[in-house]
């Protein structure tokens, strides 16, 4: 595919051509720490982590209420069983001390008396029935937090992990920015915009090296009509892939 006749052919010294090569291997670092950045495994960790969290942390803040609710009803049972026994007491502190001198009367509150000892002992039951449950409520409750201590803590591992990666990925990237503008200093502006454009185009590689007859961009063995075209082409004129359309360069194994 080489350029339509709309579009002129580009003349560049060989060895600015030869440094796009140079460039290009940049650009492919560039991208690859790009690609890393996104892909880094401590993003997907820390993605997860909050997943997690969103899910423990709906479940405990269900326990926390279901807590607060049975430790009311705890503290409700409690009072009903003081109330009652409290009641209870002053029945047969009554009676103990001769102030029911009425037959019936005494017979009533002995009756009620002894009624009285069976609620307590109902209400005692409900009463340790409600203290199992809020035993339970509470160790699944300290059981999730201490889940979400565990998250926290892996999440700043991760942080810190990921922090590490992107400082080291950033000085990485730094460099090959200062090599990048030392590298396109050296290489014609109408040259450089036709390889920035093809890196658009084509997937981030806009030359290839031509190597033993073959396109170093899109892997294709260039076909003999256009080596032959190639071989007797000047030294400064940028040829392209016609298959792919980028820039080919020119080394000594190119077999041409």
């Known amino acids: 595919m080489q350029p339509s006749d709309e579009e002129p052919t580009l003349k560049a010294d060989p060895f600015a051509q030869r440094q796009l090569l140079d460039l290009q291997e940049v650009d492919s670092t560039i991208d690859r720490l790009e690609h890393r950045l996104k892909t880094l495994p401590e993003v997907a960790a820390l993605a997860d982590l909050a997943e997690r969290r969103t899910d423990v942390s709906a479940r405990h803040g269900k326990a926390q209420t279901a807590v607060g609710d049975l430790a009311r009803e705890q503290r409700k049972a409690d009072a ?136 170093g961009g899109c892997r294709l063995d260039v076909g003999a009509a256009e080596l032959a075209r190639i071989a007797v082409a000047p030294g400064d004129e940028v040829v392209r892939c016609e298959e792919c359309s980028r820039i080919l360069v020119r080394t000594t194994d190119s077999g041409v």
């Open 80 to 215: 009903d069983v003081e109330q009652v026994k409290a009641r209870r007491a002053r029945n047969a502190e009554r009676i103990r001390a001769g102030l029911v001198g009425d037959p019936k009367q005494l017979q009533a509150m002995q009756h009620e008396t002894e009624t009285l000892a069976r609620r307590i002992s109902d209400l005692e039951d409900a009463e340790l029935e409600v203290m199992e449950r809020l035993e339970q409520a509470q160790q699944e409750f300290d059981s999730l937090t201490r889940e979400l201590d565990e998250i926290d803590a892996r999440e700043a591992e991760q942080q810190s992990s990921r922090e590490v990666s992107v400082a080291e990925m950033g000085e990485k990237r730094a460099a090959a920015e200062a090599e990048r503008k030392l590298l396109a200093e050296q290489i014609p502006a109408d040259l450089l915009t036709l390889y920035d454009k093809l890196r658009v185009q084509l997937g981030g590689v806009g030359v290839g090296a031509l190597h033993q007859k073959r396109c």
